[in-house]
Nanobody, 129 residues
Framework: QVQLVESGGGLVQAGGSLRLSCTAS????????MGWFRQAPGKEREFVAA????????SYGDSVKGRFTISRDNLKKTVALEMNSLKPEDTARYYC??????????????????????WGQGTQVTVSP
């Protein structure tokens, strides 16, 4: 079992930055790949970023490449999402997820929400024009 708690969301103007953080508790954190997804009202959940168990590989959704950066600290059991050059279309609820217990695959394997077992409650990000 893994419990995930996101923080760091808020309201920001277009062009601004935010840093989301996700803190894990429970099972051994470094056995899991970690991901960030987002969902806006009326839209499907969208892949944002994934990072492999040791942080060696990272993958990003096309809409955030070059603007967002995912990172993890296995000692602190945290995963972060640094978001720069934010756009109004980035407005959504952002979810942290853990998956692939003991699989030790690269991040590109974890771009689908079906690959994740545990989810946080999410944190809201709103970007004003």
């Amino acid at each position: 079992q893994v419990q995930l708690v996101e923080s760091g969301g808020g309201l920001v103007q277009a062009g601004g930055s935010l840093r989301l953080s996700c803190t894990a508790s429970g099972d051994t954190f470094n056995r899991y790949a970690m991901g960030w997804f987002r969902q806006a009202p009326g839209k499907e959940r969208e892949f944002v970023a994934a990072i492999s168990w040791a942080g060696a590989t990272k993958s990003y959704g096309d809409s955030v490449k070059g603007r967002f950066t995912i990172s993890r600290d296995n000692l602190k059991k945290t995963v972060a999402l640094e978001m720069n050059s934010l756009k109004p279309e980035d407005t959504a609820r952002y979810y942290c997820a853990a998956g692939g217990n003991g699989e030790y695959r690269g991040s590109s394997y974890y771009t689908s929400d079906l690959k994740y077992t545990y989810w946080g409650q999410g944190t809201q990000v709103t970007v004003s024009p």
